[in-house]
């Protein structure tokens, strides 16, 4: 089997996955993010010794911590995590769209569309973080049937 296809596959089971059980997608969406802005903010502390680095890196590993220890306190984060899988999804389908013929133009306008749903929807996240999880579940299985047919 093709390596589109097998991403498919399992982009699709992912994106059913973070539908089907949204509580636990949300933990580990909130675990990815913290860990990401860990290692960010040590990244930023490492390379560059400065004290707007520091600053950030401090900042990123406070973030990070409080994404991955506190879940239920992160419910007003989670608008701005909307509104950030919305910038990416909103990028992601600009860059699919001058990908050439890889990727389906219809597919990135559609990861476009959603990143839009995603930026208007974050005010409605701030109490309930179910609607990022079926947002990227939904992005998942789009992106899956996607790299499934293009192969």
């Known amino acids: ?26 933990a580990f969406v909130s675990i990815f993010i913290g860990v990401s802005l860990l290692f960010l903010g040590i990244a930023s502390i490492l390379i560059n010794f400065s004290a707007a680095n520091i600053i950030i890196g401090i900042v990123s590993i406070i973030f990070g911590f409080i994404f991955i220890l506190n879940l239920s306190a992160l419910s007003f984060l989670l608008g701005f995590q909307f509104y ?11 860059t699919g769209l001058f990908a050439g013929e890889r990727v389906s133009k219809m597919s990135s306008v559609l990861i476009i569309l959603l990143g839009v749903i995603a930026f208007i929807l974050g005010g409605f996240s701030f109490n309930n973080p179910i609607y990022a999880v079926l947002l990227i579940g939904i992005g998942l299985i789009i992106q899956g049937i996607t790299l499934y047919i293009s192969d």
Do not use: A, D, H, R
Request: hydrophobic share 65%; charged share 5%; glycine share 14%.
């Open 1 to 26: 089997m093709e390596t589109g296809k097998i991403s498919g596959i399992l982009s699709i089971i992912l994106g059913l996955l973070f539908i089907i059980f949204p509580v636990f997608s949300t």
């Open 84 to 94: 950030i899988i919305g910038i990416l999804l909103i990028l992601i389908g600009i």
